[in-house]
């Protein structure tokens, strides 16, 4: 990794993304029931075993007719047929459709043999001994034919789909109960700080709620991964090294917030330096301390504690790393540029990535807030990121700037 001179230097945001994803690698492909597919990515191509339809079928409910004996059918001078069966969608003994006769079927039933067309029941008297038909049809009126939207041995699913309702519900519709997809990632979540107090607890003065455990799980969640928050730990290198003995074996990754900058009392940064996470300044803002590596085993990545700047790591590396070990081809939020309506500074060797809300055409976008990393509700009053380059010291409203579209 980057070592001292990494350190020094200060790493771009996409060197260090590239180390974080190389430390999150492609899940294992396990078999998973659909309910629990939505989202994941599919790992092997998957072929149909039946066709769809299975059956020629009737799409409408009505009668079965042969199209040539209701060639003369009109409102004026309607056609009399006597109906020979009823057809109800399941039936499975249907018998062949004789000449000059109907057979009363409703939508999903089999198509007699014999039979080549539906008359729609809108278009009788609704007959059930004999009927009336008021209009002829042409031959494969109505008819829903086998393998029509699906053959037999036909490749359904591609490798790499993400799995979308429409995509599980094709995979029900031929009779697979589950996929091979790229199992979630396991997750463990651990906030630092011996001001941290739990949300709905009573607030102790010089304390502050925990917010980063909640909104990282949900970042997680958010993307189909497995998040396990565990219980907050306070600044105490022992406590922390036992909390996270405890889950070694469970996950694929931990991600800790807080302890990682450059004061006294840096939790995260004492319990594991020299341990296999290295920590490093990445050059951007909010977000530059930050660490990674793997701990006894366990792939680390240790965000800094500041809400804004532990959301925009997740969202900068952690998202892309967990999307591409879930097997995702796309994993970048999309982007626009647009006029910024305000001035804005940034600082010299670092890219800022300011919160903004953008218009639905991104033609503007006005800045949410300072470049303040504690500044959460401006962070969750914002639907983009403006990415304010290395190089770029001063915006002046009506700029155009770029945006990291989060909506
Ligand atoms: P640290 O990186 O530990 O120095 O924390 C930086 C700032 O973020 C401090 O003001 C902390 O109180 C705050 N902070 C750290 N962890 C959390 C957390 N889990 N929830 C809310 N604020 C936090
Ligand atoms: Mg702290």
């Known amino acids: 990794m980057g070592g001292v001179n990494a350190a020094k230097r200060g790493l771009t945001p996409q060197e260090y993304r590239l180390e974080v994803q190389a430390l999150v690698p492609p899940l294992p492909v396990v078999r998973l029931p659909l309910a629990m597919c939505r989202g994941l990515v599919l790992a092997e191509d998957v072929t149909a075993g039946v066709s769809l339809p299975p059956f020629d079928n009737s799409a409408m409910d009505g009668y079965a007719v042969r199209a040539s004996d209701v060639v003369s059918a009109t409102a004026e001078n309607p056609v009399r047929l006597p109906v020979a069966d009823d057809i109800p969608a399941g039936r499975t003994d249907v018998a062949p459709l004789a000449p000059g006769t109907s057979q009363r079927i409703m939508t999903g039933a089999p198509l007699p043999e014999g039979a080549d067309a539906i008359i729609q029941v809108e278009l009788t008297d609704g007959g059930t001994e004999n009927v009336r038909i008021d209009a ?95 219980r907050s730990v306070p600044d105490d290198v022992a406590t922390f090294r036992a909390v996270v003995a405890e889950h070694v074996g469970e996950a694929d990754l931990l991600i800790t917030s807080g302890g990682v900058s450059a004061g006294a009392y840096e939790v995260v940064k004492d319990a594991l330096s020299d341990q296999g996470v290295e920590f490093v300044q990445v050059a951007m803002q909010p977000g530059g301390p930050q660490g990674r590596g ?38 970048d939020r999309p982007r626009a540029r647009a006029r910024a309506t305000a001035a804005m500074t940034s600082p010299p060797g670092r890219v800022q990535y300011r919160r903004g809300r953008h218009d639905a055409g991104h033609v503007e976008v006005v800045p949410v807030g300072g470049p303040g990393s504690h500044l959460l509700a401006s962070f969750a009053a914002s639907n983009c990121l403006i990415e304010i380059p290395v190089g770029v010291a001063e915006v002046a409203a009506g700029d155009e700037v770029d945006l990291v579209l989060l909506d």
């Open 136 to 230: 002829s049809v042409l031959p494969r009126t109505h008819v829903r034919f086998v393998g029509e939207d699906v053959s037999s041995g036909d490749v359904i699913l591609r490798a790499g789909t993400v799995l979308h309702p429409p995509q599980l519900g094709l995979a029900a519709a031929v009779g697979l109960a589950g996929l091979p997809v790229r199992r979630p990632p396991r997750v463990l979540v651990l906030s630092t700080g011996s001001e941290l107090v739990p949300p709905g607890d009573p607030l102790p003065p010089g304390h502050i709620y925990e917010s980063n455990s909640v909104l990282l799980a949900a970042a997680i969640e958010e993307i189909g991964g497995k998040a396990v928050v565990l």
């Open 294 to 331: 793997s701990f006894e085993g366990l792939s680390v990545v240790a965000l800094p504690g500041n809400p804004v700047s532990a959301a925009l790591s997740f969202e900068l590396f952690l998202r892309p790393a967990l999307l591409s070990a879930m097997g995702h081809s796309r994993t």
